[in-house]
């Protein structure tokens, strides 16, 4: 291995797990046990509506809600249901990523 290809980037965090928590309606990712992401849903016959993202204050600026984002959806693509992103930043996700277009249903004020 050279040094090259290794990056600080790169780094691997054991203790990063992503989950849906059905009992508070949100996917989650927690980093050493303490929720630092959810987003929350409304989960609705054929669709999950996406309604709001939440990121913990000492976690913002890392990148660790795109990182949820594509777990989630990813999540509602394999369960056979449509996205409906109410919620601006997973909104914004979908923008940004090619990949979605055909499981996304927008809502009229997106």
């Avoid at 990182?67 to 909104?91: E, M, N, Y």
């Amino acid at each position: 291995m050279t040094e090259n290809m290794i990056s600080t980037e790169d780094e691997f965090s054991p203790d990063v797990s992503l989950s849906r928590n059905d009992a508070h309606h949100c996917y989650e990712l927690q980093v050493g046990g303490k929720v630092a992401v959810r987003s929350f849903f409304r989960d609705q016959p054929g669709h999950i509506d996406f309604t709001h993202t939440e990121t913990a204050e000492e976690f913002k600026g890392q990148g660790l809600g795109k990182v949820l984002a594509h777990f989630a959806l990813d999540d509602v693509v394999a369960s056979g249901k449509r996205i409906i992103p109410h919620c601006p930043f997973i909104a914004g996700y979908l923008r940004q990523h090619e990949g979605y277009g055909q499981y996304i249903d927008w809502p009229e004020d997106a």
